[in-house]
Antibody, heavy 121, light 110 residues
Framework: EVQLVESGGGLVKPGGSLRLSCAASGFPFSSYSMNWVRQAPGKGLEWVSSISSVSGYIYYADSVKGRFTISRDNAKNSLYLQMNSLRAEDTAVYYC??????????????WGQGTLVTVSS | QSVLTQPPSASGTPGQRVTISCSGSSSNIGSNTVNWYQQLPGTAPKLLIYSNTQRPSGVPDRFSGSKSGTSASLAISGLQSEDEADYYC???????????FGGGTQLTVL
């Protein structure tokens, strides 16, 4: 069974840092691009960042560029998101999602269960 | 403000057919494929339709997608109570160089 399990969320003060992890299983992790997508409480979905299968291509939403860093360890079947200089508006459930398909036509499938990040003093 | 525009809400009675629209521009829907996601209350999003019209295995054929120009639609026929959820459209945006989502449509089964 294809599965993604996020961890690392929690409460952090504004300006603080947090590192999210996503453990993948049930598929050849090193063959797929991966993403982080977030959802603020009561709001819609927002793509955060993506990384290609061998980390050659990395993209960020403007809202997190310069503050967040996506990375992966194919040997550990794991995806990461290092979040620095956190702001209140970064409060959200963060989902890990696999990319399927070719560039510009790809879709997110599956999604993890999400991990909640709360930025508050 | 989402790049793709969806109605915030939709509703229907059991057995009815409902459609949810998704409006974009030439840089996203107009030049790339559209995907739809279903998010049941308290759960993670799930892929519902990909590449405009394709259903993943396990998705009932009551769900169908279409695209014309810079707009797309999700149709649900034979509406059931378990279809009550939030629905999101998404597409790659050439100007932003990343995927964009609609604001989501909350479907209520009356």
């Amino acid at each position: 069974e294809v599965q993604l399990v996020e961890s690392g969320g929690g409460l952090v003060k504004p300006g603080g840092s947090l590192r999210l992890s996503c453990a993948a299983s049930g598929f050849p992790f090193s063959s797929y691009s991966m993403n982080w997508v977030r959802q603020a409480p009561g709001k819609g979905l927002e793509w955060v960042s993506s990384i290609s299968s061998v980390s050659g291509y990395i993209y960020y939403a403007d809202s997190v560029k310069g503050r967040f860093t996506i990375s992966r360890d194919n040997a550990k079947n794991s995806l990461y998101l290092q979040m620095n200089s956190l702001r209140a508006e970064d409060t959200a459930v963060y989902y890990c999602a696999r990319y399927v398909g070719a560039l510009k036509t790809q879709w997110f499938d599956p999604w993890g269960q999400g991990t909640l990040v709360t930025v508050s003093s | 403000q989402s790049v793709l525009t969806q109605p915030p809400s939709a509703s229907g009675t059991p057995g009815q057919r409902v459609t949810i629209s998704c409006s974009g521009s030439s840089s996203n829907i107009g030049s790339n494929t559209v995907n739809w996601y279903q998010q049941l209350p308290g759960t993670a999003p799930k892929l519902l339709i990909y590449s405009n019209t394709q259903r993943p295995s396990g998705v009932p054929d009551r769900f169908s997608g279409s695209k014309s120009g810079t707009s797309a639609s999700l149709a649900i026929s034979g509406l059931q109570s378990e279809d009550e959820a939030d629905y999101y459209c998404a597409a790659w945006d050439d100007s932003l160089n990343g995927p964009v989502f609609g604001g989501g449509t909350q479907l209520t089964v009356l």
